[in-house]
């Protein structure tokens, strides 16, 4: 998929992904796969062992990424997925990235 027009609807996520989710490349395979549904954001380790991620994109887009979250990776352990709506206004992502551990 292409990454969102400038006049398309966008909708803003922040998702909290639980579980054995560090230290298995989880973030970088979050990069291609947000990349190759034209997901922008970013994501990043938490020092609580779990991954955060704000994602930006069409209400599909952002489906097929939670999906992928959740159960994409096979050496991901998931508990839980936390999705929060940001309501606007909000700032619009260019791309997606992997963020420093915070």
């Not at 599909?60 to 999906?67: R, T, V």
């Not at 991901?76 to 929060?84: H, Q």
């Amino acid at each position: 998929m292409e990454s969102h027009d400038k006049d398309e609807p966008l909708e803003t996520r922040l998702v909290q992904v639980r579980g054995q989710v560090q230290g298995i490349g989880y973030r970088e395979a979050c990069v291609r796969r947000a990349t190759a549904l034209g997901v922008t954001g970013w994501v990043r380790n938490r020092m609580d062992g779990s991954v955060e991620a704000m994602l930006q994109g069409s209400p599909e887009q952002l489906a097929e990424m939670c999906e992928w979250l959740s159960e994409g990776m096979s050496a991901a352990l998931v508990d839980t997925l936390e999705v929060t709506e940001v309501q606007p206004p909000f700032a619009r992502f260019d791309n997606f990235e992997r963020l420093p551990t915070l």
